[in-house]
Structure formats: structure tokens, C-alpha cells
């Protein structure tokens, strides 16, 4: 049987989904706008088999296959049946995924996990050419609502707030979609890992608590006109402006996890090293902003001509195990070489 192979890129909130309206069908209290990137990507080979259940693995770098953390494997198999019912087929599928950097660290491997497999999956159930706002609304279902971000390149929103809970198409409108491919602007992330290992909460549990913070009302006053910024000055090229919204709108959404309840810290020491160092390089005259989603490490927006000067500075930090250079880029696409 023929096999469906998909890369899907990770992407990057400037303004942040935090709260869900619906955490089952993950349908966000705001609207959301991202970048995606271009070498943070997980990789997913689908392929329909005559056996009875569904095949879910972790592919190794060396060629070898682990099977997934169990809430992870549920997750997957539960998507699938999803995927099978939207097709109308019935088919089980063996799966497998890799991952190009740290999971679950706080680096959207969710978003870009999911994506791929949501993709992969309908390649291999004979929907490969789906329309794409209906991939992007398949890859939200999943639980990870932004992997309905990273279904597409460049600069993307998901604005599936003003969606009628209670009607019947609530689902068919909660999609995201582009506002500008990746060739509109040629904006670096370097991203400065300063932890490894799982994130403390999963964002889907932030996601339930956020609503509790004092913060959480005042957060969707300002978010409006933020968003409207941040799309305006992503339309301009503007990183003067953007740069401050986006450090500003990351702080609150780790203010609004900080004050849930029970709170959720996600910094770590090398967080907060890393924090202090890009405010200093903008002293100096950079323009360079930090943004963090869920989890402590660090993703530093920049030009390409700043990006050099941001890395000298970020890797001779301690707290900094290692840099990840990485831009927007053009959004998930197949590929021959299959997993498996
Ligand atoms: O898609 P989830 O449920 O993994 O939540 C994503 C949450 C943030 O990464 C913190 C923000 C975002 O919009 O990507």
C-alpha cells in the first residue's frame, strides 16, 4: 500500500491562544496569530494496513521505533478514528513520527506533530487534496488547537473566537489561514533552549485554568487591539512595533498561567538569564524580542542582519544549552522519503 509522508513545521505565537472556550473541541477564547517555522518540523509516514488495530510509533534518529508516552498514543489513536470518520473510511493505519527537536518542551512539537499527522493520515486515507481550512479545522480537533496554525506557511491567524458554540457549522468555521507567505518578510527565531525536559503542565491544562487568573478578563480587553497591531505590523514589516507587542503579549500569557489556579510557572532560571540579555542587546541598539509559549525556553525574534550579534551573545550564556536558528517558513509539505 502506498505511503503518505508529511513535514510540518512548529510555529510561534505572537499573540498567544491561552484558554479555551471548549477544551474538547479546542475553540479558543481569542484570536490567535503566528509564525511558522522552517526547521522545527516533525516528520509523519501514514500508511493504511490489513490489521485490526492502529500502529502508533516514535520514530528514532537511528532508524529504530518507540512506542509512544501513553496520553500521547490515546491522543494520536483518537485523532485517527477522527480522521477515519471524516473520510469515511475505515482503514487502521500504522504511524510513525519524528520530531527535528525537543518535544513537548515548549517548542509546539503538539502543533507541528499533529499537523503531519493529520495530513499524513488523510494522504493515506485517499484525502490528500483536501482543502486546506478543512485540514487546518481537522488538525485543531486533535486537542492541540494551534497545529491548526502550523497546517499552513508564513504568517498565520486562527480566529475561531467569535465562533456560536451552539451551532450546528460551530466546527466547520474554526480554521485558520494565512495573511502573509513566508517570502513576505524574512524574519529569524533563535530559539534558546534552557530546558529539556517536559513541560511542567500540558497547555492543555493551561488552556482549563487560564479562565481562573484575576488577569484572564483584562487579558481579552486589551487582546483586540493587540491582534490588530500585531496583524498591521506584520502586514508593514514594521519590527519596531511588533517586537514590543509580542514581548508584551508573551509576559501576560505567563502572567495568566503564573496567577491560575492552581498557578503554573513554566520559567526557569535560564529564562529569565536569557530575558535580561535581550533587553541588553536592544540597549546596545538591536532590535531583538523575546517570545515564549508554554514552556521555559526562549524564542528571539529578529532581522536577519541582528540574528548574528543574537546568537553571539545568547550562546555564551550558561543557562544556554544550545541555540536553534530558525526563520518563518513556507508551511508543511510531502515528502518521498518515507519513515518506514
Ligand atoms: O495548541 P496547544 O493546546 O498546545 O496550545 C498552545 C499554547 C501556546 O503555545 C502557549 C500558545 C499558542 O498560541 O501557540
Redo the contacts with the bound molecule.
Keep these: 500500500m502506498s505511503k503518505t509522508t508529511v513535514v510540518a513545521p512548529a ?1 510561534i ?1 505572537f499573540v ?3 484558554g479555551a472556550r471548549d477544551t474538547e473541541r ?1 475553540i479558543p477564547f481569542n484570536r ?1 496569530i ?1 509564525m511558522t517555522l522552517e526547521r522545527c518540523h516533525s516528520v509523519c509516514t501514514a500508511e493504511v494496513i490489513s490489521e485490526e488495530r492502529d500502529q502508533v510509533w516514535l520514530a528514532e534518529p537511528d532508524g529504530g521505533f518507540r512506542a509512544p508516552e501513553p496520553e500521547f498514543d490515546r491522543r494520536v489513536r483518537e485523532h485517527l478514528d477522527r480522521l477515519r470518520q471524516w473520510s469515511g473510511r475505515n482503514d487502521r493505519l500504522w504511524v510513525a513520527t519524528r520530531n527535528s527537536f525537543p518535544s513537548a518542551a515548549g517548542l ?1 512539537s ?2 507541528s506533530g499533529f499537523a503531519a499527522l493529520t495530513m499524513a493520515a488523510a494522504g493515506a486515507l485517499g484525502k490528500g487534496n483536501a482543502p486546506i481550512e478543512q485540514l487546518s479545522r481537522l488538525a485543531r480537533l486533535s ?5 491548526a496554525r502550523s497546517i499552513l506557511g508564513g504568517f498565520v491567524e486562527w480566529p475561531a473566537h467569535n465562533v456560536d458554540l451552539n451551532a450546528p457549522d460551530a466546527d466547520e468555521k474554526a480554521f485558520a489561514y494565512q495573511i502573509a507567505d513566508a517570502d513576505h518578510w524574512d524574519l529569524r527565531d533563535v530559539i534558546a533552549v534552557v530546558e529539556l525536559g517536559p513541560k511542567v503542565v500540558s ?2 491544562e ?2 482549563r485554568r487560564a479562565p481562573t487568573s484575576p488577569y484572564f478578563e483584562k487579558r481579552q480587553e486589551i487582546l483586540p487591539e493587540r491582534t490588530r497591531l500585531v496583524r498591521e505590523a506584520i502586514e508593514e514589516q514594521d519590527l519596531d512595533t511588533l517586537g514590543p507587542l509580542i514581548e508584551e503579549e508573551s509576559i501576560d ?1 505567563h502572567m495568566i498561567a503564573m496567577t491560575s489556579k492552581p498557578s503554573i510557572f513554566y520559567w526557569s532560571p535560564g529564562t529569565v538569564a536569557v530575558l535580561k540579555a535581550v533587553s541588553e542587546l536592544r540597549q546596545e541598539g538591536l532590535s531583538a524580542w523575546a517570545t515564549l ?2 514552556g521555559a525556553n526562549v524564542h528571539v525574534i529578529c532581522d536577519p542582519d541582528s540574528e548574528q550579534d543574537v546568537v553571539d551573545r545568547l550562546e555564551n550564556l550558561p543557562a544556554v544549552g544550545f541555540l536553534i536558528r530558525d526563520g518563518v517558513g513556507p508551511g508543511p509539505d510531502h515528502d518521498e522519503e518515507h519513515l518506514f
Excluded: I, P, V
Excluded at 143 to 147: F, L, Q, T
Design positions: 510555529n505565537a498567544k491562544y491561552w479546542a490567535s503566528s509546539a503538539s502543533a486537542g492541540s488547537g494551534s497545529a497547555s492543555l493551561g488552556h500569557l509559549d508554554a
